[in-house]
């Protein structure tokens, strides 16, 4: 079965050339939205943010929501979709380099690629072309290796083969 299209919402003031989804555009099964505009049937999605149960294989028929802006730009954001049933990931460790001389983020904070490369591995999706355009990929795949069901792949864009024993510890600093 094809997964129905993942939904990225980008908040206007969301710098391009720090937009870390920007290349996805180009990919076949993404939607791309500006906030304030989302589509107007979600039935079927999940969102993928904080607080919710973590994404599973239960999840693997739902459509994904993602927003994309800085956590201060998401808050408001979220209001949009508030109805959305949330989605968490695992606590995993961002590549990207992050400061901010204005907030902090959010423990467990991903880049908005990284945080839909996780959700596709956990939900058995195929992930070819999601982090090509990504610097630090490679660094956020082997960082949060032990979260994948299966571990590592030769290839950051082979699915995972099963997804019947993730591991869930956390990786170590």
Not at 54 to 77: C, F, H, I, K, N
Not at 82 to 106: C, E, F, G, M, Q
Not at 136 to 161: A, C, H, T
Request: aromatic share 8%; charged share 20%; glycine share 8%.
């Amino acid at each position: 079965m094809i997964p129905p299209v993942t939904i990225i919402v980008v908040h206007p003031r969301e710098r391009r050339s720090k937009c870390t989804v920007q290349p996805l555009r180009q990919q076949p099964g993404f939607q791309f939205y500006k906030h304030p505009r989302f589509p107007q049937e979600l039935m079927g999605y999940v969102r993928l943010g904080l607080g919710g149960p973590v994404l599973s294989t239960a999840d693997q028929d739902s459509g994904l929501l993602v927003l994309d802006g800085t956590w201060r730009w998401v808050e408001p954001m979220e209001r949009l979709v508030a109805t959305l049933p949330i989605r968490s990931l695992p606590p995993l460790t961002t590549a990207y380099p992050r400061s901010s001389k204005v907030s902090d983020n959010p423990d467990g904070g991903l880049a908005t690629v990284e945080a839909i490369y996780a959700a596709y591995r956990l939900l058995g999706r195929d992930t070819t072309g999601l982090l090509d355009h990504y610097r630090w990929g490679e660094s956020f795949v082997e960082l949060n290796r032990s979260f994948w069901p299966q571990g590592i792949d030769e290839s950051l864009g082979s699915p995972p083969k099963s997804l019947d024993h993730p591991q869930t510890e956390s990786p170590t600093a």
